[in-house]
């Protein structure tokens, strides 16, 4: 396997990314984390990760706490606003401080010019690496066959579909399998799997039937909450398939455990 860095990327600038890590990458994946810090750095970028940083207060937003998720907000933008990106290896997250921030505060002029600025910056990790660094392939070898999830937020709120795919083809020996209703909601949903845990239940169960009926023995998603529901279901119904973020994979950092450990 090779190191995983990009392999074309524009290196007349170099811009300080500051990475925002999310709490599940935090807790349970911080492999996401260093391959995001190594394919940031191998596009030409100086990567920074705030210490101060915390949740971007996407569950108590979907939750209704509003007044909560402000002062989690003012948190994040005084934190990050100073860099010349935000980057995020999330569609979830990037979505809830890229398109929701602004929404928050549109009573509060002070604070809502601000948030808006800060949405600018803001970028999921693949669309960051393709849309504004111009990478079009990675140096990554892996022989095996994907199938790639389309997270909701990602694919809905951020228009990421194509970028993944483009760099996974890039990857030697690698052969993606289309996911039957790729864009179809695994039933995670933040708390919503939490609220309504039958309903999720079922929406996931169909979801790990469209995976076993590729026939790949890797499934690649952007979110870690994604990829963490859909592996545990994977596992209770037996479907021996590898889970693991679209970044370890890019980065070429696949030598460890998959997602949920080995199967």
């Known amino acids: 396997m090779t190191d995983g ?3 074309t990327a524009p290196a007349q600038t170099t811009p300080t990314v500051a990475l925002f890590v999310t709490c599940l990458v935090d807790l349970f994946r911080p492999s996401v984390g260093f ?5 940031l750095e191998g596009a030409g970028c100086k990567v920074v990760v705030p210490a101060s940083q915390t949740c971007c207060g996407q569950p108590a937003y979907n939750s209704g706490d509003r007044e909560d998720t402000k002062a989690i907000a003012r948190q994040v933008i ?7 990106y935000v980057v995020a290896p999330s569609g979830s997250c990037g979505s809830t401080l890229r398109k ?9 002029p002070a604070w809502h010019e601000r948030s808006e600025r800060f949405s600018q910056k803001v970028y999921e990790l693949v669309s960051f690496l393709t849309d504004v660094r111009g990478v079009t392939a990675v140096n990554a070898t892996l022989s095996t066959t994907v199938t790639y999830h389309d997270s909701c937020s990602g694919l809905r709120e951020l228009g990421i579909r194509e970028q993944p795919r483009r760099l996974l083809k890039s990857v030697e020996g690698l052969t993606l399998k289309e996911l039957p209703e790729a864009d179809v909601c695994c039933g995670f949903g933040g708390t919503f799997c939490i609220k309504y845990p039958d309903v999720s239940n079922a929406i996931v169960g169909k979801k790990a039937k469209h995976v076993a009926s590729t026939g790949a023995e890797m499934l690649l998603a952007g979110d870690l909450g994604c990829l963490m529901n859909m592996d ?4 209770r119904e037996e479907i021996g398939v590898e889970v693991r973020h679209v970044a370890e994979v890019l980065a070429g950092m696949t030598d460890k455990p998959p997602i949920g450990g080995k199967l």
Do not use: R
């Not at 545990?232 to 596992?235: A, I, R, S, T, W």
């Open 78 to 84: 005084e934190t990050f606003e100073g860099y010349d």
């Open 5 to 7: 860095a990009p392999s």
């Open 35 to 39: 391959a995001a810090i190594k394919l």
């Open 232 to 235: 545990g279901k994977l596992k």
């Open 100 to 108: 929701h921030y602004p929404e928050l505060f549109a009573e509060d």
